[in-house]
C-alpha cells in the first residue's frame, strides 16, 4: 500500500463522522439525486461521478443518475447546478478548472463559483498527463520532443476545454521547449484519447485517468505526467521533472458542491456520505487503478482551497486568455 492510497488519520476522522452523520436521521434528498459532470461520458470525471452515484445511492435509497452536460470546461454543468433548487437533488461534479480558474478564462461567466454553490468535499486529485498514439508511434518524452522538431506542421496537442489546467501546460510545454504547438480544445479527455488511438491527433494533455487504462492497454502512451512523485498506478510514466521539464508540477483535482442555500444539515449529511465512501478500500482501490489520487476534504477546507488557487492563478490565467 502506498502513501497515496492509504486512509490518511483525516480521512479516517472525516469518515468517523459520516457515519455519524449517516446516522443521525432522514437529512436528504427524498427524491432522485442528479449529479452533473461538465465533461463527456467515458471521461475520467464521468467515471468518478458513476461511482460515487452508486455510493449515494446506497447510503440514501433513492435513485441517482449521472447526466453529461458538456461544453466550455465545465461551466455548462455550473450553470444548470446553480439554477437548481437547494433541496439535495442536483449535485454538482466539478475540477479546479469549472469553479477556481473559470472565474478568469470565461468573461461572460454566468456563476460566481464562491457565491452561488456550497463546497461539498474534494473527492480526488488526478496527476496531468501528457499521452501520445498512433500517429506518432513514440514511447518516450525525449523521442516525442524529437519528433515534433521534425514535424511541426504536426505539432498539435489537444486539450480537455479551452482555458483549462491542460491548456495552460500545454502553454508552458511549448515556453519550456520552444516547440510552436497549436492548442487544439475538445469537450473532455474521452475525445482526445480517442483522436490518439486513431492517430488523428500527435498527442493530448489531459486527467491520468483519461488516458490510464489505454496506456496500459498498450493503446496510447503516457510519456510524462506531473506531480511531485510517480502515480502509483502509473509506475513507469515518469515526471515532467524527471524529463527536465520544470513548472508542471501541479496536480488536478475533482469536488463536489451543492447549490447556494442548501441547509447545513444536508450538507454535512451528504458531506458524511462522501467521506464514508472515500475510506472504502474497495473505493479508493478502484479510483487509484483510474488514475486518481483519493485526497478527501472537507467542505471548508475545498473553500479555502478554491481561494488560494483564484490567487495564484487568476493572474496567470488572466493573461493567456487575452486576446493576441
Do not use: C
Amino acid at each position: 500500500m502506498t502513501e497515496h492510497d492509504r486512509p490518511t488519520r483525516r480521512a479516517a476522522l472525516a469518515a468517523a463522522a459520516g457515519a455519524a452523520a449517516l446516522a443521525a436521521g432522514p437529512v436528504g434528498a427524498q427524491s432522485p439525486i442528479r449529479i452533473i459532470s461538465g465533461f463527456a461520458a467515458g471521461g475520467s470525471q464521468d467515471v468518478l461521478a458513476r461511482i460515487l452515484a452508486e455510493e449515494f445511492q446506497q447510503a440514501l435509497g433513492v435513485g441517482v443518475v449521472v447526466e453529461n452536460r458538456t461544453g466550455a470546461a465545465g461551466t455548462i454543468a455550473g450553470e444548470v447546478v446553480k439554477a437548481a433548487a437547494p433541496d439535495g437533488t442536483t449535485i454538482l461534479v466539478a475540477n479546479i478548472v469549472t469553479m477556481s480558474l473559470a472565474p478568469f478564462s470565461f468573461p461572460g461567466l454566468k456563476y460566481d463559483p464562491v457565491k452561488d454553490f456550497v463546497a461539498l468535499a474534494k473527492t480526488t486529485e488526478f496527476p496531468i498527463a501528457l499521452a501520445t498514439g498512433a500517429m506518432t508511434a513514440k514511447t518516450s518524452f525525449a523521442d516525442l520532443v524529437t519528433w515534433l522538431r521534425a514535424n511541426p506542421e504536426r505539432s498539435n496537442i489537444g486539450v480537455p476545454a479551452a482555458g483549462s489546467l491542460p491548456h495552460l501546460f500545454a502553454i508552458r510545454l511549448a515556453e519550456t521547449t520552444g516547440l510552436k504547438l497549436t492548442v487544439v480544445p475538445y469537450r473532455g479527455g474521452a475525445p482526445i484519447a480517442q483522436d490518439l488511438m486513431g492517430g488523428q491527433l500527435a498527442m493530448g494533455f489531459g486527467a491520468a485517468a483519461d488516458f490510464s487504462e489505454l496506456h496500459q492497454a498498450k493503446r496510447i502512451t503516457i510519456v510524462a505526467a506531473s506531480g511531485t512523485a510517480r502515480h502509483p498506478s502509473l509506475a513507469d510514466v515518469p515526471t515532467f521533472a524527471e524529463s527536465g521539464v520544470s513548472g508542471l508540477e501541479s496536480n488536478g483535482w475533482n469536488g463536489l458542491f451543492l447549490p447556494a442555500g442548501t441547509s447545513p444539515a444536508l450538507v454535512e449529511r451528504y458531506a458524511g456520505i462522501v467521506a464514508a465512501a472515500l475510506a472504502k478500500p474497495a473505493v479508493r482501490d478502484r479510483l487509484v487503478r483510474l488514475g486518481f489520487l483519493v485526497t478527501p476534504s472537507t467542505p471548508q477546507a475545498m473553500a479555502r482551497q478554491m481561494a488560494e488557487e483564484m490567487r495564484v492563478w487568476g493572474p496567470t490565467m488572466t493573461d493567456l486568455m487575452k486576446p493576441r
